[in-house]
């Protein structure tokens, strides 16, 4: 199994584990500590040793940040852990803010006075957040100051080691484009920037750029490194020697050199030192990198990382591999569609069974390399817990007339797949079809968009929610994220979402996932992933305009849809995207399985059941 089921934060250690900080906090002379969910490489999925935030609070979700005071313990979430972090921490101990209405910089603002210091470990810290930090407090009259060594390492005893699993190389086959050619093209664009060097610290960015895949974190295949790519000359990526074989360092060796991490503090003090140009992008490099650049003399050019683009515009091969593996991966979710539909009115299933069960059938196609994250398998209220992890605590069975969430995806070399169907076991309420139906309805007007060049993903966002708002209803976090080609599931750096300010371009994947949550009861949220094609013209228009086209295969369950509450043009578009999962699907699935689907892929008209459980 890719997934573990066991829980490795202890919240009820938070207590004694909060004072040993505050004590180091004391000998420092801070006021305040920040300990954010981060790695030196600012990524969404950070490896063991990295995680801090869980370790001190308990609190197992993919994005936060705490502030520890002499006297309180408060932890920023978003909008999907609001529900999480209350069951996962200590009330007694932790008070609870949400990190995009009320950030911390405007909460220390608040609450510290002047003379105040508030220490931070600059490597978790990007650049951006420095700066936003001290624009915030400098009103206030407090101010930040960087600590090293971290105060949480200096007491976690038993922190685990640093990943040193070998990297590979990403074939061609896959990755569409030569390393070379990536570096080339990047090193054109640094000269037209007239910047003499780029310091990359994205990983998925470095993985994409030298086509390169590793396991340095939890189902995403990145490598933890840092690179530096000159304007001029060879390309240096920072990595353990003993982690690159052979074979890699040949394919790394056509285009750059491979030197140790210790070697990259003086590999900047090197471009300081001739007073070089160099490019950071702050959102996503530590405050640490920035200033030592800064202080060597080298003058720091704050732009977005010129990789992050052309990685997020999938080319031909890529988005080949992409059709290829969702095609792979949708008569895996039928196998288990099916097979859940026969065992869950027995009683006796629970959330792990199922998720292993998925795990199992994506494993049986032969081409899995990983999950692309843990499953959140949610049954009854779990499912309205939108990031909702099961372990053996949580563990619950799908109980007839309840609904089962699950959101899952794999990594195959050709591609990264994710997920959500909502599936009911037995028969719905009224409440749960007419939610059901208006999610469906967002995710259905979302996929049938046509676009002109330069839309952004905020501006299709509302799509999503329109029938939600209809009925005084809404769903606290985006409507889709990007994709990455074997690489992280979430990528940016386009998204469907409020506040996104990137424009949609051909070959960017992007999810679409609206959902509907009642705390305490049930969640719904339906899935699938797009991919922006080419600009076409439209018949009797006069601009070009782009669409979506639907990658992932797979039913959505037509017991839970009220078809009274859609359009003729919704019904229309259900039923040629079902006609088309069973024209895809059927070649790669056994007799029964083929049978189950043409009866959950049957027009909406027709029978409400999925599968027949009898067969």
Known sequence: ??????????????????????????????????????????????????????????????????????????????????????????????????????????????????????????????????????????????????????????????????????????????????????????????????????????????????????????????????????????????????????????????????????????????????????????????????????????????????????????????????????????????????WLDREAPKGGLDEIAAVERLEAFRRDTGELVDISFDAIAGAGPHAAIPHYKVTTASNRNLAVNEIFLIDSGGQYRDGTTDITRTIIVGAPTAEMQDRFTRVLKGMIGVSRLIFPKGTLGGHLDAFARAALWQAGLDFDHGVGHGVGSFLSVHEGPARLAKADRTALEPGMILSNEPGYYKEGAFGIRIENLLLVTEPEPVPGGEREMMRFETLTLAPIDRRLIRPELMTADEIAWLDAYHARVARDLSPLLDDADRAGLERAAAPLGGSGWMFDPRV
């Open 1 to 338: 199994m890719f997934q573990s089921f066991e829980e490795t934060a202890d919240p009820q250690a938070a207590k004694a584990r909060i004072a040993a900080v505050r004590a180091r906090m004391a000998a420092e002379g801070l006021a305040a500590y920040l300990v954010p969910r981060a790695d030196e490489f600012q990524g969404e999925y950070v490896a063991p040793y990295a995680e801090r935030l869980r370790w001190l609070t308990g609190f197992t979700g993919s994005a936060g940040l705490l502030i520890v005071t002499a006297a309180k313990a408060v932890l920023f979430v978003d909008g999907r852990y609001t529900v999480q972090v209350r069951a996962q921490t200590d009330p007694e101990l932790f008070s609870y803010r949400h990190l995009v209405e009320e950030p911390p910089s405007a909460w220390l603002a608040v609450n510290l006075k002047r003379g105040d210091v508030i220490g931070y470990d600059p490597w978790l810290t990007t650049a951006d957040a420095v700066a936003r930090f001290a624009r915030a407090l400098e009103p206030a009259g407090a101010t930040l100051r960087a600590v090293e060594p971290n105060l949480v390492d200096a007491v976690w005893t038993d922190q685990p080691a640093r990943p040193s699993t070998p990297i590979e190389v990403q074939p061609t086959q896959f990755a569409g484009v030569t390393a070379e050619a990536k570096i080339s093209a990047l090193k054109s664009d640094l000269g037209e920037r007239q910047v003499e060097a780029l310091v990359m610290a994205m990983p998925d960015c470095l993985a994409w750029l030298f086509n390169i895949r590793g396991r340095d974190v939890p189902h995403t295949p990145v490598v933890l490194a840092h690179a530096i790519v000159p304007r001029a000359g060879r390309a240096v990526v920072f990595i353990d020697p003993a982690r690159v074989p052979e074979d890699v360092l040949a394919h790394l060796r056509r285009s750059a050199d491979v030197r140790p991490p210790s070697a990259f503090a003086a590999a900047l003090d090197a471009l300081g030192a001739v007073k070089s140009k160099v490019q950071i992008d702050p959102a996503w490099t530590s405050e640490a990198i920035r200033a030592r650049l800064a202080a060597a003399g080298a003058t720091v050019v704050e732009a977005q990382d010129p990789s992050i683009l052309p990685k997020a515009r999938k080319n031909p091969a890529e988005r080949e591999g992409a059709r290829t593996a969702q095609r792979r991966d949708g008569a895996a979710v039928v196998r288990f569609l099916h």
